[in-house]
């Protein structure tokens, strides 16, 4: 199965200002998602992150807000913005391959909290 | 559109209890479940998925089988331990989604020595 190396696993940031996490996959894949998980919550689906195109949005969540970038097949960011309180919630991104039959890969995941 | 729920928890066992976890869903096509782990301060793992109906999937004495006629994956274990404790989490993935995984809302299951 695939390695997802994600970073930082944890940060404390002051409220207006940006934090930027970082996924890095150890082999090529063609998608990459991202997901939310507000404490005590599931997780909900923010974008998903294809090569060479901008990201797909869900509803509820903008591009202002949750910028992403997804420069090569084995490397995406995402950065939460202009962040308050609410934005405290654990982010993790994985990963889905055309080959294979196996299940989603996600990666350790980032604890953010916003003070 | 796509959903999938979960039975209320929290659930408390004691050692080698019998568990199960009931998990419905929702899909406008064929879809596959996947049963994920989070234990406390960790990221998700999978624990194990089908991918058609009847199938079943198993690992470390978890089993779930897709039941197409009840739409449902219904997570079972014989003897549970403490080290089992943790949140689990069904979820599906279906064709036209591009992929996407719909969550339930997880369940907290706490082993008691």
């Known amino acids: 199965s695939a390695v997802i190396s994600q970073k930082p696993s944890r940060d404390i940031c002051q409220r207006g200002t940006s934090l930027t996490i970082q996924c890095q996959v150890d082999s090529q894949v063609t998608m990459m998602f991202w997901y939310r998980q507000q404490p005590g919550q599931s997780l909900t689906l923010i974008a998903t992150?294809?090569?060479?195109?901008?990201?797909?949005?869900e509803s509820g969540f903008v591009i202002d807000k949750f910028p992403i970038s997804r420069p090569n097949l084995t490397f995406s960011t995402l950065t939460v913005s202009n962040m308050s309180p609410e934005d405290s919630s654990i982010y993790l991104c994985?990963?889905?391959?055309?080959?294979?039959?196996?299940?989603?890969?996600f990666g350790s995941g980032t604890r953010l909290t916003v003070v | 559109g796509n959903s999938v729920t979960q039975m209320e928890g929290p659930v408390t066992l004691s050692e080698e209890a019998f568990l199960t976890i009931n998990c419905t869903y929702t899909a406008t096509g064929y879809p596959s479940l996947f049963w994920y782990v989070q234990y406390p301060g960790e990221g998700l793992q999978l624990l194990l998925k089908?991918?058609?109906?009847?199938d079943k999937g198993s690992n470390k004495g978890f089993e779930a089988t897709y039941r197409k006629e009840t739409t449902s994956f219904h997570l079972e274990k014989g003897s549970v331990q403490v080290s089992d404790s943790a949140v689990y989490f069904c979820?599906?993935?279906?064709?036209?989604?591009?992929?996407?995984?719909?969550f339930g809302q997880g369940t907290i299951l706490t082993v008691h020595p």
């Open positions: 979820a599906l993935s279906e064709g036209t989604s591009y992929g996407k995984l719909t």
């Open positions: 992150a294809n090569q060479g195109s901008e990201a797909t949005y």
């Open positions: 089908a991918t058609k109906a009847d």
């Open positions: 994985s990963e889905k391959r055309d080959s294979g039959n196996y299940g989603y890969t």
